[in-house]
Every structure is written in structure tokens, then in C-alpha cells.
């Protein structure tokens, strides 16, 4: 198996090792980019980060309210206050028809202390770590971090980014330590079927151990399309002892900045184990917060309020996807859940030479870049329109894969506008090959 790449070595005698294998998100990376071109007097139309652009709904946020007058802003339990810890065991049980006890469930700030937690707990040194590519870039970022060994599985566009036994079956070992899924998918917006998470199911049960541990991240759950809905693996026959069900407020109730977040694990045991990390890294998170949540869960008034948001999301997908597809050299499949359209720019990359751009940059420049960031960098600077690009979602796996991620959490005028500017960058040849020559940075 090959290592996962890790960051740039700096000040050897000042940092320990281990901060050299630890990656990040790269769509947090950019900001300070966006704020260079936006300092030369352009404005740029925002597409990378995957946060919703609703408001926190007002019931939510006058919880809050509440909560803090009720001076409701000291330490309280690590685990995360019982109410919240009940609410999330109902809203999970009656969603996936499971019987969850309060006492598995863990609050966090936010969706990613658990993924960190879970490569800490659950697999050791030199066991195998397996995580779609593309795929959420902290499930890949932990691994040479932990020192253990990474498993891409490298999703297929011409399967429609699924998972399948196929693809799963191989990478399976008596070294197989942690299982990453995500369904609906960052970057992809796939959603999994029932009947796909049971050939899943029946493979993991069949060629794994029973103690090895599958992540569902389930972060995008209340965010589906066409009438499809989302089904968590632990809601399959077998599966709910071998899960760990993760979600959080971010993205259903547009509350990114709220920081809480939960996972519900096979048993109290475990919890237990991830209460006490939760002890050691972050004491507990605000209860103010934490009441927040409980009210996102129980109130009548939030069903209404995520489907306008979804619907919204929905609407803009119709829009952009078609816009998309009508660029030549741009290819885009209809994402099921989430809200990021995720484009096949393999004909851009041809059109514009990026690729022999590429090649003829410097080793130490290639590692950090691929002839899709070029044209995300391009687009940036020259277009002003901001992007992810493939490599930004897992970076093995992602050789010789020309995609862009875009995220419609944005107004549909912003969009259309966004999507016009590709369509005349995919175009712009001379442009691209004299913004490689300029001298502008060409990695993230």
C-alpha cells in the first residue's frame, strides 16, 4: 500500500514528527486566497465551502437565547447534557427503526473531534484504514497521522461514484482496521440505496471481525433529492453492532458555527472510552449550544424549515447541473444529496493544455497540485470564482481524475453567473497558459 502524502516538513528541531503527517481541508486553505483577490478590488463568487446559506432558523437560535438567560454557559458533562444526548437517541432510533440508548451517544464541537477520535480508538499502528476517494479529506488527513496504512477505494463516475461490493471486496484483509462511509457523499452528492448498504452489509459481516468498526458519516442525512431518502448501514440487519452513526447541526439546520455534533456508538463501553477523550481535549462544549440542539431535534417548526432548504438546494441543482453539461469539455451527473455539483472537466483540462502544464512544472510543484487545481487556480484569479478541486477529496486516488467540486449554497443569480465565467475560462486557452506563466502560486 502506498502512504498517504503528508504536509511539509517545517523546523524539524522545533515540531515533533507528527505534525508533519497531519493533512487538513484544503476548502478552508483557500480563504486566504479568495481574501488576495479580493483585496485587489474584485469580488468573487464563493463555491467552495460547503456550508449552507440559510440562517440558523429563529426558533433555534431563541433556544439559545433561552438558554444563555438562564446563565446556562459553564463546564457540564463531557458526554454532552442528557437532553441533548436523549433527543439525538429518538431522533436516530425513529429514523432508522433502531432502539439507541442515550448512554451511546456522545456530543462533540462539531462533526470532526469524532473522525480524529475514531482513527485514535480503533485502529493501531500499521493496521488498514479504508475511505472513499473522492471522499471527506479528514478521513484520509488522520491516517499517516496515526501511522497506519491508507485504503482509498477510488469511486467510479461511470458507476456513479457508488460503493459496491466490487470495488469494496478487495481491499478487505485481516489487517482491515476502520471502514469510512458517507452517504449522502462529500464531494460526489451520492446516496446509497438499501439494497446497496445490504450487499455491503453482507460483505463486511462475511470478511470482516466484529470488531471492526464502520464510521457512517451521516452529516448531509436530512439532504436528499427526487424523493429519495437517506438509510444509515446500522439500520441493516447486523450492522448497528459494527457502526458508528455521526452526524451533526452543521448541515441540517444550517448552524455550521454552532459547533455540536454527535456519534452514537455499538455500545455504552465505547462511549465510555470516547467520553474520556472527550475529557481531555475539550472538556465539554457550551450548553447553551447543546439546548440549541435539543430544540433543532424536537420542534415542530424544523421539519418545515430544512424542507425549504432543501427544496432551494434542489432547485438550484436543476439549474446548474444542465448549465454545466452544456459547456463542452465539462461533463456533470446529478448528485442525489448534498448541496456541491461535481463536474467531469477532463475535456477543459484537454482544450486549455493543462495537463502538459502540469507535466512541466517542477516535481516539487507537482506534488502539490494537479491539472485540475490549475484550472481551479485559474478560475480564481482570472474568473474569480472559487472551487475545489479533485485532489482536495482524498489525494490518492485522485491521479490522472479531472473533477471540480461546486457548492450551490449560493444564490441562483450568483450561480448562474459562476457557471457562465467556467463556460468562458473552459474557452480561454491563451489565458490559462499565461496565467501558468505568470508566476501565480499553481498549488493550494
Request: overall charge negative; hydrophobic content about 40%; aromatic content about 10%.
Amino acid at each position: 500500500m502506498c502512504a498517504a502524502p503528508t504536509a511539509a516538513r517545517i523546523t524539524p528541531t522545533l515540531f515533533a514528527d507528527r505534525v508533519s503527517r497531519i493533512g487538513t481541508e484544503e476548502a478552508f486553505a483557500l480563504g486566504a486566497l479568495i481574501a488576495r483577490v479580493e483585496a485587489s478590488g474584485e469580488r468573487v463568487i464563493r463555491c467552495n465551502l460547503g456550508q449552507p446559506d440559510f440562517p440558523l432558523p429563529r426558533h433555534i437560535a431563541e433556544a439559545v437565547k433561552r438558554s444563555l438567560d438562564r446563565g446556562q454557559t459553564t463546564y457540564c458533562d463531557p458526554q454532552g447534557i442528557p437532553e441533548l444526548r436523549a433527543a439525538v437517541a429518538r431522533s436516530v432510533s425513529e429514523r432508522h427503526g433502531l432502539d439507541v440508548d442515550p448512554a451511546r451517544v456522545v456530543v462533540y464541537p462539531g462533526g470532526r473531534p469524532p473522525i480524529g477520535f475514531a482513527h485514535m480508538a480503533y485502529s493501531e499502528a500499521d493496521e488498514e484504514v479504508i475511505y472513499p476517494s473522492p471522499g471527506y479529506p479528514l478521513f484520509e488527513s488522520f491516517v499517516p497521522y496515526f501511522r497506519c496504512v491508507p485504503v482509498p477505494v477510488v469511486l467510479r463516475e461511470d458507476q456513479g461514484f457508488g460503493l459496491t461490493r466490487t470495488e469494496l471486496e478487495p481491499l478487505l484483509s485481516e489487517r482491515t482496521g476502520l471502514i469510512f462511509l458517507n452517504f449522502p457523499s462529500n464531494p460526489t452528492g451520492g446516496v446509497a440505496t438499501r439494497e446497496q448498504l445490504q450487499e455491503l452489509s453482507e460483505l463486511l459481516i462475511e470478511k470482516t471481525g466484529p470488531d471492526v468498526r464502520v464510521y457512517s458519516d451521516e452529516s448531509y442525512e436530512a439532504i436528499t433529492f427526487d424523493g429519495d431518502r437517506h438509510v444509515s448501514i446500522a439500520s441493516i440487519p447486523g450492522m448497528e453492532s459494527r457502526t458508528i452513526i455521526a452526524s451533526g447541526v452543521s448541515k441540517t439546520y444550517a448552524w455550521t458555527g454552532g459547533r455540536v455534533g454527535w456519534a452514537v456508538y455499538p455500545t455504552v463501553e465505547e462511549a465510555q472510552v470516547h467520553r474520556r477523550l472527550a475529557i481531555n481535549y475539550f472538556a465539554s462544549i457550551p450548553p447553551y449550544n447543546q439546548w440549541g440542539a435539543v430544540e433543532a431535534l424536537e420542534s415542530p417548526l424544523s421539519p418545515p424549515a430544512i424542507q425549504e432548504m432543501v427544496d432551494a438546494f434542489q432547485r438550484r441543482r436543476d439549474l446548474v447541473v444542465p448549465a454545466l453539461n452544456r459547456i463542452d469539455g465539462v461533463r456533470c451527473q446529478n448528485p442525489k444529496g448534498a448541496f456541491y455539483a461535481f463536474p467531469n472537466i477532463e475535456g477543459v483540462v484537454e482544450r486549455l493544455g493543462a495537463q502538459q502544464a502540469f507535466d512541466e512544472l517542477p516535481q516539487g510543484v507537482r506534488d502539490r497540485t494537479s491539472p485540475a487545481t490549475l484550472f481551479q487556480l485559474f478560475l480564481l484569479y482570472r474568473y474569480q470564482v472559487a472551487t475545489m478541486d479533485r485532489r482536495s477529496f482524498s489525494t490518492l486516488g485522485s491521479e490522472g481524475q479531472h473533477y471540480l467540486r461546486l457548492s450551490i449554497a449560493n444564490s441562483d443569480d450568483e450561480l448562474v453567473e459562476a457557471v457562465r465565467r467556467i463556460g468562458v475560462a473552459a474557452h480561454d486557452a491563451d489565458g490559462f497558459q499565461a496565467f501558468v506563466a505568470s508566476g501565480e502560486r499553481l498549488t493550494l
